[in-house]
């Protein structure tokens, strides 16, 4: 069963404005959601062509981890 709701102009000008704030930041901040990303799969943080942090492993099972060899 499905429920429609009949949004009015103002709740469609709402949403739209809503909207256009979460694309305005992820476009404003996708340099550094992608970093973030290419951090999770290589263990550098590197921003505007410098890097930040390195991830360090403690013992070998980590390092196994990191190149996937299992």
Known sequence: ???????TDEQKKILERMQS??????????????AL???DRTGVLKIHGKVLYVRKYNN?????????LQ
Do not use: C, G, P, S
Not at 21 to 34: F, G, P, Q, V, W
């Open 60 to 68: 070998q099972e980590n390092e196994d981890k990191r190149f996937n």
């Open 21 to 34: 704030r979460t694309d305005y930041i992820i476009k404003a901040h996708k340099e550094y959601l992608d």
């Open 1 to 7: 069963m499905v429920i429609a709701h009949k949004l």
């Open 37 to 39: 990303a290419e951090f």
